[in-house]
Every structure is written in C-alpha cells, then in structure tokens.
C-alpha cells in the first residue's frame, strides 16, 4: 500500500514542481522587460501544470502509436505540424483542432529528438515536404513547429532549400535555452546556446517568410529574450508559458492567419501586432 501510495503522490506533485523549477529559472536568467507581469506569469503557472499533467500521461500512448495525426482538409493550404523536443502528436493537439475547423490539411511531423541531430531531422523533413509537393502541386505548405520543431522548420528552408511556402515558430529558442544542457541527445545539444548548428543557422539567409511567436513567461526558452528575432515576432504578453502558448485560441488563430498571409506572398502585417490580450 505504502509504496503505491508514494507513487500516487510522485505522480501529483512531479507536473507542478517541474513547472515552478523550470519557470523560477528562467525568470532569473531573463532580462527586466521579460520578468514583468508576475500576476499574469502566476495564471501561467497554473496552465502550464495542468497541461503536463496530461502530457504526462499521453506522452507513452503516443509514442506507442505507429503514426500520428493527419488530416485532409478542403481549402489550399497544408500544414505540417512539427513538435518539440521530447513532445508527442498531443501538444499539437489545438493546433489540429484549429486546422480541422478552417478546412485546412495538416499532417504532424514525428521527430526523434534522441536518434541523430537536428540536421538530420530537417533532411527527413525536406523529403517529406518535397514529396507532399509532388502529391498535391496546388497546395501551399506552411511549416508550424513549436519549441525545437521551429529550429527544425527554419533549417530545412533557410540551410537545405526545403520547398516550403511558409515557417511560423511558436516559443522556438532561436539563440539556444541554457535549459538544453539538461536533456540528453545531440539535438540538446545543438540547442544550447552558442551551438555550432545555431551558428549556422544565424548566418543562412532566409529563404521563405517566417512569423515568430514568443511569450514573455516562457517556461523552457532561457533567457526569454532568446525566442525572439528582431522581425516579425509576436510578443504574448498575456499568461501563457512555453507548451500551453501552443493551446491558445487567440494565439493559433493569429499564427495561422499570419502563416497563410505569408504562404499567399500578402505578409503578416496584422498578424505581426503584439497580442496583449489572449484567451
């Protein structure tokens, strides 16, 4: 009894710790402008922990699943949904949601973030854009990665010439998370800070348009400041952390509306303004 117990009691508290930790941290290691609205980063807190309750117990029936989510939709668009690292089908869950109810076609990408490199992985993602291209010429392709999956998307467009329409990054540690040096795998690695792959990425220059989304209490990205770029960034100012931004109705909305102004060469002017407010 006792030792069923002690694991009930694991199982409770590990979400909400590891959020608290997680957060504290990169609250310290981030500048003033992204330590601010403390109420609002608290509501984030809760969020966040009550998601990882349920990518707690989803992460082993996904990741048991021979393929993921996909889905053929009536309008012209096509996203491919490319999560982060250690993620599984379920954090692109509202993303999918949002998609099915627009009409759109999607598929989610699977990654193996503990087999091989990030270059690899975008390898295998510009193959399976390429053949998407073959087997619908019409549609327009926007890559959609949260975390690791925005890296990802950006190196297999910007480096290996991947023949996307569209990127949008949602909470993508574009200058690296010293929070990497704690996973396990070259793709953490490659997401430290200061990575030879972040290098090489910094100096491609960008071959597709790209709409980024960061949040200022991201939970993961550490400083903060680091999922921004100097262009085109929506900045979530609105108690949203790094894996519940990606649930965020107001938020998906503005990504994909600002993904397929991009796709349709019309920018993402409106998407672009910084969302305050968010449900």
Known sequence: MAPLLGLAILL???PPLYCVITLSVTHCLSPRRYRAERIRGLLGLLRESLLQYAVFFRMPVDLARSRWTAHQGT????????PGYLETDFICSGVQRALRAG??????????????????QAGRLGRRVSDLRRRHPSRRVILFGHSMGGLVARYAVNVLGCPADAVVAVATP?????????????????MEPGSAFLAELRQAPAMRPLLNVCTIHDSLVAPRDSAALP?????????WCHDALFFSKDVLARAIEGGIR??????ARAADQP?????
């Open 12 to 14: 409770v508290a590990v």
């Open 75 to 82: 309008s012209g668009y096509h996203f491919v949904l490319l």
């Open 103 to 120: 009409g759109h076609s999607f598929s989610t990408y699977r990654n193996v973030p503990l087999v091989g490199d990030l270059r690899s």
């Open 174 to 190: 574009h200058a690296g998370s010293h929070l990497a040096r704690l996973g396990p795998g070259m793709c953490a690695r490659q």
């Open 231 to 239: 262009t085109d960034s929506v900045l979530v100012t609105s108690g």
């Open 262 to 267: 991009l796709a349709d060469g019309a920018g």
């Open 275 to 279: 969302l305050v407010h968010a449900d």
